[in-house]
């Protein structure tokens, strides 16, 4: 009888020990800032596009040419115009921080919690990267060929 009451005890202790561990990790979560946030989507963005970016030079390599198929994954969301981009909220603040220069504008993310725009000069490389966090109205600007952020605040 007396080890059906350790082995309660013990199996009751263990059951207690991991449920604190999992509550722990909920209300870090919940804790995130808006920074965080934007960090942490910036991080699964370069992520993906890093892994992309892998798989398509191994394709390469091993069958010499890129397939039609891996070239189409790395592609934007969509480009849209000057005009499409203006209804933006965060649209004036960004011509202010990046000036009146003519920029491509790419689309690369646009969900309900974020939307990442590249801004590309007319040789087509990225110049600018713009990180919006809707439900905060955070907008983070990067200026890729200096390698300095721009913007970081709430519109």
Not at 4 to 22: E, F, K, P, Q, Y
Not at 99 to 116: F, L
């Amino acid at each position: 009888m007396t080890k059906w009451i350790t082995v309660l005890i013990a199996s009751g202790m263990l059951l207690v020990g991991c449920s604190n561990d999992v509550a722990e990790k909920n209300s870090n979560t919940d804790e995130q800032t808006p920074d965080e946030r934007v960090q942490e989507e910036e991080n699964r963005s370069e992520e993906f596009t890093g892994t992309e970016e892998t798989d398509q030079q191994e394709t390469e390599g091993s069958t010499g040419e890129a397939s039609e198929d891996s070239n189409a994954s790395n592609q934007p969301e969509a480009n849209i115009s000057e005009e499409e981009a203006a209804n933006l909220p965060e649209y004036d603040v960004i011509r202010k921080q990046i000036g009146e220069g003519s920029y491509k504008i790419e689309t690369i993310t646009d969900n309900e919690g974020t939307r990442i725009l590249h801004f590309l000069n007319e040789q087509g490389e990225m110049q600018y990267k713009t990180v919006f966090v809707k439900d905060t109205n955070r907008l983070k600007i990067i200026n890729t060929k200096e390698g300095g952020q721009v913007f970081n605040q709430v519109i």
